[in-house]
C-alpha cells in the first residue's frame, strides 16, 4: 500500500527556515519522482516543487526559487523541502504526490503558517 507521510511543518516568522520531509513506502521509491504541492485557503493546490528519479533533476514554481530546495535520500525513501526566507504567502498545507500505478497518491499535509 503507498503511504506518503509528511512532517515538519509549524509556525514560523517571516524570513525563517523549515525542512520539510515527506516519508514513502509501499513501491519503489527510486524509481518515481516526487512532488510538492501546497494549499492556501480558499486558493486551488499548486505544484511547489518536483524531483525526478532520473538524476534528481528538479524543478520550482517561480514564487519559491532561490528559496526553496527539494532534495530526495533514496536509501532513507523521504523528500525534503528545505524551505528559505520564508513569506507570509507560503502560508499553506504543504503536501507531497506520488504517480504509481496508474494511481494517484497524497499525503495528509502538514500545515506551514509564517506569521510575525
Known amino acids: 500500500q503507498v503511504q506518503l507521510v509528511e512532517s515538519g511543518g509549524g509556525l514560523v516568522q517571516p524570513g525563517g527556515s523549515l525542512r520539510l520531509s515527506c516519508a514513502a513506502s509501499g513501491f519503489t521509491f527510486s524509481s518515481r519522482g516526487i512532488q510538492w504541492y501546497r494549499q492556501a485557503p480558499r486558493k486551488e493546490r499548486e505544484l511547489v516543487a518536483w524531483i525526478t528519479e532520473i538524476n534528481s533533476t528538479t524543478y520550482y514554481t517561480d514564487s519559491v526559487k532561490g528559496r526553496f530546495t527539494i532534495s530526495r535520500d533514496n536509501a532513507k525513501n523521504t523528500v525534503y523541502l528545505q524551505m528559505n526566507g520564508l513569506k507570509p504567502e507560503d502560508t499553506a498545507t504543504y503536501y507531497c504526490?506520488?504517480?504509481?500505478?496508474?494511481?494517484?497518491?497524497w499525503g495528509r499535509g502538514t500545515q506551514v503558517t509564517v506569521s510575525s
Open positions: 504526490y506520488v504517480f504509481v500505478n496508474g494511481r494517484e497518491y
